[in-house]
């Protein structure tokens, strides 16, 4: 049987090391599908629930395999379905390859059944490459450079195949006008900075007496190169939310997250610094950052689109950021006033136990910060976590310590709901032998976790570490947009729009054969993670938290104080409760700590 389109599109996956696509089949993929039915599966068809999903699925793997992500889907709706996924893979910068259907050619124009501009669809979220193939010698053109593309610019593209072209027998470009041959593979180049900027870069830096650095995924990868510098100049470090793995909370000088889910450290360092280094981060947050004219600042990143925002940079360095700071590292001198140090590693070494203070105030019936504080304590060195948005991704961000080897990653930019149980698949399947820990809301669990449960039931046999634990904050309540009312707006919640249905979480989760625990006791929390991390298949943890603990930042505006005032007093259902709360949780900052 001569090779069609189909297969040949499969096979130029396998030459590109593609070796998952996550996907949900349709008649406008039809084709495609036989052709995996004749490659043994190769690359491996992962089936999700909803093309949404699949695609979300591809950003997990993406973001934790460090290689392109696949996803695919059926023409008209499939499509459509894929596009949310695909925006989380534009806003974050991830490289995601899609692949969709399209109704024959000769009925395209002809408004025939499930006909969409797909060209129009995915000419934003798939701006940097969409390209539609309508004869077989343009596929491995169009494919190879979707795939570039894709890596090149950390972005997400689109590949279009009528349904009759997918059938159609394969016949390569020739060497011929009109024709557009292509070749395998790519080397990627180290970006070098320019030598006199480094100069300048390291003039400025040494010129400083209170240097702050903020990093972000940019910088992953640089660890030894960071930490190096850091000790040079004496800094204190920032992580953004995205870059929360690039460095060991460990590290005493390592301030944790910054901006609206940040800490009190990283944010009295921005108000106090001289000198800002931003490596490998494009942190939208201006507000959380110095003053302007208050600090000089320099900012390096690989990507020119990115340079030079949110903050008047004296210095806008493009350069790989572990290449830049190595050309930098022979040209700083070590600080040897250590007081602004000192003060940073003090003020860190105090919050991490205001965390763990905040984290045992008791709560009706359990503290969502105590689900994070017990895991902290337990994380396996080589651990991935992924949080879905809400209140999840607060405690996420402020009360887990990352050490050793761990990854991390939730919805940065797009922050959408719905993530966090496809992107812990998307992580099994990058890295089958790695325990991964997905926290997730109750709404997201509702929204997207409960049916891609069932995904997990299909393949965690596949994971040579089957420990899958998705921690549920179960509150009945959608928590993090109830607290946005109040502290925003300053309405009270409206019940109708934010209270969800009690469902059992880890009921569902035993009914489909997998691992299911409910806590509903403080006492229980710690074991409960200990069942899971030692459990021989994927685990849900149904824990039944408090929604009125408030998730206050510890830079809280007098504005959105007064708002959550002013709302508790129109009446809040759960006023009482968030009072209490609120005052138990707050005053654990200042009182006295364990060394004092």
């Excluded at 795939?147 to 390569?172: H, K, N």
């Excluded at 024709?179 to 970006?191: A, E, H």
């Excluded at 790695?434 to 809301?441: E, K, L, N």
């Amino acid at each position: 049987m001569a090779e069609n389109v189909a297969d040949f599109l499969l096979a130029r996956l396998r030459e590109w090391g593609v070796d998952h696509v996550f996907a949900f089949p349709g008649d406008g993929i039809n084709a495609i599908l036989a052709a995996w039915g004749r490659a043994d599966n190769h690359p491996k068809f992962v089936q999700a629930r909803h093309e949404e999903m699949a695609a979300f699925e591809a950003v997990g793997y993406a973001k934790f395999s460090g290689q392109v992500g696949v996803c695919m889907a059926t023409s008209g709706p499939g499509a459509i379905h894929l596009l949310n996924g695909l925006y989380d893979a534009k806003l974050d910068h991830v490289p995601v390859v899609a692949i969709v259907g399209q109704t024959s050619r000769s009925a395209m124009g002809g408004s025939y059944q499930q006909e969409v501009d797909l060209l129009s669809l995915f000419k934003d979220v798939a701006g940097a490459y969409v390209e539609m193939v309508t004869v077989s010698e343009q596929l491995p053109n169009v494919l190879d450079r979707a795939i570039r593309t894709a890596i090149g610019y950390r972005a997400p593209t689109a590949i279009i195949i009528p349904s009759d072209v997918q059938e159609l027998e394969y016949a390569p470009p020739t060497h011929a006008f009109k024709m557009t041959p292509s070749s395998f593979g790519i080397d990627w180049p180290t970006v070098c900075p320019d030598s006199a900027a480094v100069q300048r870069t390291a003039e400025l830096l040494n010129a400083g007496g209170k240097v702050a650095m903020l990093v972000g995924q940019g910088a992953r990868g640089a660890r030894p190169e960071l930490e190096q510098v850091a000790d040079l100049l004496g800094a204190g470090v920032a992580k953004a939310l995205l870059g929360k793995d690039v460095l060991s909370d460990e590290l005493r000088y390592v301030t944790g997250s910054i901006g609206l889910l940040g800490t009190r450290p990283s944010y009295e360092m921005m108000m106090e610094c001289d000198t800002l280094l931003t490596v490998g981060s494009c942190f939208p947050y201006t507000q959380f950052m110095p003053a302007f004219g208050q600090a000089r600042g320099v900012q390096i990143d690989i990507d020119p689109k990115f340079i030079g925002m949110r903050y008047p940079y004296e210095i806008n360095l493009v350069g790989d950021a572990t290449a830049t700071l190595r050309a930098l590292i022979p040209l700083l001198a070590r600080k040897t006033d250590r007081a602004w140090r000192e003060d940073i590693e003090s003020k860190v070494t105090r919050w991490w136990e205001s965390m763990e203070m905040e984290a045992k105030v008791a709560a009706d019936p359990i503290n969502p910060m105590l689900l994070f504080h017990e895991l902290s304590t337990r994380l396996p060195r080589d651990a991935i976590v992924c949080a879905d948005s809400g209140s999840s991704a607060n405690w996420y961000a402020r009360q887990l310590k990352f050490h050793g080897e761990m990854r991390g990653s939730l919805s940065g930019n797009l922050a959408t709901m719905g993530p966090g149980v496809p992107y812990g698949i998307g992580a099994k399947f990058a890295h089958p032998d790695r325990p991964t820990i997905v926290f997730a809301g109750d709404g997201a669990m509702q929204m997207n976790g409960l049916a891609e449960l069932i995904t997990v039931k299909h393949y965690w046999q596949d994971w040579s570490d089957p420990r899958l634990v998705v921690a549920v904050l179960h509150n009945d309540d959608l928590n993090q947009v109830t607290w946005e009312m109040r502290a925003m707006e300053g309405a009270p919640k409206f019940v109708e729009s934010q209270q969800l249905p009690d469902v059992s979480y880890e009921g569902f989760a035993r009914s489909l054969g997998l691992n299911g625990i409910s806590v509903d006791k403080p006492e229980d929390v710690g074991p409960a993670w200990d069942r899971a991390l030692s459990s021989d298949r994927p685990t849900v943890l149904d824990v039944r938290t408090d929604p009125d603990v408030p998730p206050i930042p510890p830079h809280a505006t007098l504005e959105q104080m007064k708002d959550s005032a002013e709302a508790l007093l129109k009446g809040d259902a759960n006023r009482w409760g968030i009072i209490r709360e609120g005052m138990k949780t707050k005053v654990q900052e200042f009182l006295p700590h364990g060394r004092e």
